[in-house]
């Protein structure tokens, strides 16, 4: 095994952490039955995807020469239909002025991410993320990051220590249990990141995972600032951009790389359309960034799936223009609102413990008061109620647990149920 893949297998994960919780196995080796298990874990959307974009998938499968079509090779970059419309849809719903050339489609924006910090960092960038953020960020940029040299004397290729660095920016306040309670403090924080690691990127997504809060418009204003005076690409992940509970969207939600050069926009399918199993993601950026990932692309999948990117075109086509689309994520929306507040509801009433108030996404944040990772263990064991531990997002998140409505948002019963079992083991817990 590769010596930076043996090295990460000796880190903390929440990924990992987070599937040997629900691993059946495991359920069952702690007494509990699974059809009996309640879970908080996942970082997944439970809605349904639109019906039309099914049957637009059956009209694909039925007609033998579209289907023919879809097993040959679409153009590295993506299907020319399919990126135009994402640029449309992104300029119909937040104003964000793009075209066809500015955008690139992928496997996912897992894939995404990793090859376009291959495409627009050298060696020795350094990246600057939040502290918390996205678990998958580090592990995407380590094995980014890490550079590989060819030892003459010994003939071979071995890793020596990274060339960079991937910084943190505290962004969440354990005391208070807080995200950003004073935004100047972090902009002068990230100022003096940029003095001290000089990065080639900043990676923040908004609405962020695992807070569940919209990064201020200030903070970003701040960071792009910093990014264009200090010659470096400022990436925002927009997993989440349908998923918003505030009356008024921060401006930055509009941006483009049009009017930014060194503004890179990260999206994916998955959330917008639960096309979770139906890997699609999109990057939208400066043609130049689009060129240089298609040569990234080349290399790692050549292409992204067909069949998707032609339903994806065809949908986008009839319904931005016919409003239903917009009518979709609206009522998607909505349920995850509902589902949100029936969270947080529930943990004030039940458990009374600290938590985020979510603006956007799938999450909540709760503070336990002790190690998140051994009061998730005792809690599932006594309450068969899964949660992730706080750890891998952010160290400022170590005393607490991410909260995941996602999945039961058309089964908020079942969140209201869950909840309550650990505020009855909580409160059974302190008292005894």
């Not at 941006?255 to 917008?272: G, M, Q, R, T, V």
Request: glycine content about 8%; overall charge negative; aromatic content about 10%.
């Amino acid at each position: 095994m590769s010596k930076i893949v043996d090295d990460m297998l000796t880190r903390p994960s929440a990924i990992r952490s987070m599937m040997k919780f629900g691993d059946e196995r495991n359920i069952r080796a702690m007494g509990l039955d699974p059809k009996d298990v309640i879970s908080f874990g996942g970082g997944w959307v439970g809605h349904h995807a639109p019906e039309r974009l099914r049957e637009i998938y059956a009209e694909i499968c039925n007609d033998p020469a579209q289907f023919h079509q879809t097993g040959a090779y679409p153009p590295i970059p993506g299907i020319p239909a399919c990126r135009g419309e994402l640029a449309r849809m992104d300029e119909v719903l937040y104003g964000v002025k793009a075209t066809e050339r500015n955008v690139i489609v992928g496997q996912s924006s897992t894939e995404l991410t990793q090859d376009l910090m291959r495409a627009i960092l050298n060696c020795g960038d350094d990246v600057l993320l939040l502290d918390p953020t996205y678990v998958n960020y580090y592990g995407q940029l380590v094995f980014t990051l890490t550079n590989w040299h060819l030892c003459k004397d010994k003939g071979h290729i071995e890793r020596l220590v990274p060339d960079a660095e991937v910084a943190y920016v505290r962004s969440f306040d354990p005391a208070s249990w807080t995200f950003m309670p004073n935004v100047d403090k972090v902009i002068g924080d990230m100022e003096e990141a940029f003095e001290i690691h000089k990065p080639g990127a900043v990676l923040i997504a908004s609405p962020d995972n695992p807070t569940g809060q919209i990064v201020p418009q200030k903070f970003m204003e701040a960071v792009l600032e910093l990014c264009q005076k200090n010659d470096a690409y400022f990436v925002i992940d927009f997993a989440y951009k349908t998923q918003t509970f505030v009356d008024q969207l921060p401006e930055y939600f509009s941006w483009s790389p049009n009017e930014f050069e060194n503004l890179i926009l990260i999206y994916s399918a998955s959330k917008y359309f639960r096309s979770l199993g139906r890997r699609l993601g999109w990057v939208v950026g400066p043609e130049k960034i689009i060129v240089g990932m298609e040569t990234m692309l080349t290399y790692s999948i050549l292409s992204a799936d067909n069949m998707h990117q032609m339903a994806m075109a065809q949908y986008l086509e009839e319904t931005i223009d016919d409003g239903n689309l917009k009518k979709y994520f609206d009522d998607i929306n909505e349920s995850y609102k509902k589902a949100a507040r029936i969270t947080i509801d529930c943990i004030d009433e039940y458990i009374g413990l600290r938590r985020t108030e979510p603006q956007g996404a799938l999450y909540v944040v709760m503070e336990v008061g002790e190690d998140g990772e051994k009061w998730a263990k005792e809690t599932l064991r006594n309450t068969g109620v899964i949660f992730i531990p706080g750890f891998g997002f952010g160290e400022s998140l170590r005393n607490g647990v991410r909260v995941s409505y996602g999945p039961l948002v058309e089964t908020t019963d079942k969140i209201t149920d869950g909840l309550k079992r650990v505020g009855e083991y909580v409160k059974g817990h302190e008292s005894g």
